[in-house]
Structures are given as C-alpha cells and as structure tokens.
Nanobody, 122 residues
Framework: QVQLVESGGGLVQAGGSLRLSCAAS????????MGWFRQAPGKEREFVAR???????TYADSVKGRFTISRDIAKNTVYLQMNSLKAEDTAVYFC????????????????WGQGTQVTVSS
C-alpha cells in the first residue's frame, strides 16, 4: 500500500511558476513508477509526466520544455516543477503510483492522491 499526499497548488498568473509536491508513505518509494496527471472541468484525466522506476522521465507534448518531474528518494517525495504556466494548464493535479509498470495510462496506476488545484489566470 502507498499513500500519496499532494501539495503546492494555488493561483498563479500566466507565465508564472509553481512546484507541486507528492509525499509518499508506505512501501519502498523507488519501486513504483510515479506519475502526474491532471483533470480540467468537463475533461478526462490526462497524463502530464512520469518518473519511471529506472529513473527515466516522460512528458506530455503539451508540457514538454515547461514542466519537470523529479524525485527525492530520501524524502519519499516526487515533484512537478511547472514553469511558463498557461491558462490551459488550469486543472486539478493528481499524483499517482504504478506498481511494477512503467506506464502513462491512468487506468494502470494503482494509487492516487487527493489532488491539488492549480489555477492559472490569463
């Protein structure tokens, strides 16, 4: 079992930055693929970024070059640094963990946090 708690969301102007954190507790953090997803009102949950068990990163095209995912194993925390934010980045952001799968598909993630709201004003 893994428990995930996100923090760091808020209101920011377009062009600004935010850093989201996801604190994990439970089983060994490094044995999971950690992902960030987001869901805007009326839209499906979409993949944002992933940090695989082997340490590789993958990004959605819409955030590539602007967002960076990282992890601190000692702190059992994964981060999402978001720069050059746009109004279309407004969504609830979720942290998720996949046990044994290096995937970008939301349905294949086993554990989810409660989400944190990010609002970008234009």
């Amino acid at each position: 079992q893994v428990q995930l708690v996100e923090s760091g969301g808020g209101l920011v102007q377009a062009g600004g930055s935010l850093r989201l954190s996801c604190a994990a507790s439970g089983r060994t953090f490094s044995s999971y693929t950690m992902g960030w997803f987001r869901q805007a009102p009326g839209k499906e949950r979409e993949f944002v970024a992933r940090f695989s068990r082997m340490g590789s990163t993958t990004y959605a095209d819409s955030v590539k070059g602007r967002f960076t995912i990282s992890r601190d194993i000692a702190k059992n925390t994964v981060y999402l640094q978001m720069n050059s934010l746009k109004a279309e980045d407004t969504a609830v952001y979720f942290c998720a963990a996949a046990d044994g799968r290096d995937t970008t598909t939301a349905q294949e993630y086993d554990y989810w946090g409660q989400g944190t709201q990010v609002t970008v004003s234009s």
